[in-house]
């Protein structure tokens, strides 16, 4: 648990820092609308293109592995959906938001630490695998879903798309890694640099946002985000691995504690982007990440690590 907390002190540091430069005034709501743009529109795509030029894939994809985790992103994604448009009345853009804070982990500043500790070397490649794909594939299909739902005609939301930040840095970053090229020099520097400053200028970012919003969001909204997230993901990527598919044992628990990681920062980024259920986005991360201080353990001693 000591180690959960230290894992965790960076991230409420960090929404703090921006929390209380907006109390103070330091900061005003417009510094946040600025800053979380130039993290989705520049720091993020950089950190996504990156990912994708460095990733160490295998020779035979693991669709096994894909498939258990990638599965039960997409039930708790419609799951979150479904209550967002039937239970609380909310329009679709807006369940769009739901859905990804059901199934966007936090792969960074919580997955990592406690994904290594827990499995050492040996979770290395599966865990840096689900990082080089996870944020491209939902970033993805959250911004498809959310412009498709514009009325846009097929031409005009594939230029849309095509254009779209986030998709533009993945497909460089595919293109560069077939190709073979590496950045080195004053460009691998640029890069470096701007992935560096993706997290924690997002973080600050939210906690502009959270001063601002506040826990605006209703209890009846967030519990089922998070249930979701910290419960049923893990508990479904469990199932998958273990008895549905052939996944390897450490395979099949990296991926299960993946999943159960708290809603990642990119959820909210989302939302300041498009100005959708900001509030929503934020409490979830905020909840989550607190409420996770429990249920990582649980997955922990299920799996036989704690």
């Known amino acids: 648990m000591n180690d959960l907390f ?8 960090l929404i703090a820092v921006g929390y209380g430069a907006a ?11 600025g800053l979380s743009d130039f993290v989705l529109v520049i720091a993020t795509p950089a950190l996504v293109m990156r990912a994708m030029i460095g990733a160490t894939l295998p020779d035979t994809q693991p669709w096994a592995y894909w498939g258990a985790y990638f599965i039960g992103v997409a039930l708790v994604w419609a799951a979150a959906m479904l209550l967002a448009v039937h239970a609380h009345k909310t329009d679709y853009r807006e369940s769009v938001v739901a ?7 936090n792969t960074v500043l919580v997955g990592i630490p406690v994904i290594l500790q827990a499995f050492g070397e040996a979770g290395a490649v599966p865990l840096f695998l689900l990082i080089a794909v996870h944020l491209p594939i939902n970033m993805t299909i959250a911004t498809f879903m959310f412009e498709g739902s514009k009325g846009l005609h097929w031409g005009d939301m594939a230029k849309r798309l095509a254009l779209h930040p986030m998709i533009l840095s993945l497909v460089i970053g595919l293109g560069l890694r077939s190709f073979e090229v590496t950045l080195g020099g004053p460009a691998k520097m640029v890069i470096d640099g701007l ?9 600050v970012a939210m906690g502009l946002a959270l001063h601002h919003h506040g826990l605006k969001a209703p209890l009846r909204q967030i519990a089922p985000i998070v249930t979701l997230k910290l419960l049923v993901h893990p508990a479904i990527v469990y199932l998958l691995a273990f008895h549905v598919f052939t996944v390897p ?23 300041m982007r498009y100005k959708t259920s900001e509030a929503l986005a934020s409490s979830a991360i905020a909840v989550s990440t607190t409420a996770s201080l429990v249920s990582i353990m649980l997955w922990l001693w299920l799996l036989g690590l704690g």
């Open 195 to 203: 992935a560096a400053s993706a997290i924690p200028c997002a973080l």
């Open 99 to 105: 859905g990804f804070s059901a199934g966007q982990s």
């Open 249 to 271: 044992p450490v395979w099949a628990g990296v991926a299960v504690l993946f999943a159960a990681m708290p809603t990642g920062i990119n959820a909210f980024l989302f939302a």
């Open 6 to 13: 230290a894992v965790n002190i960076p991230v409420f540091a």
């Open 23 to 33: 109390h103070f005034r330091l900061l005003d709501k417009r510094a946040a609308e």
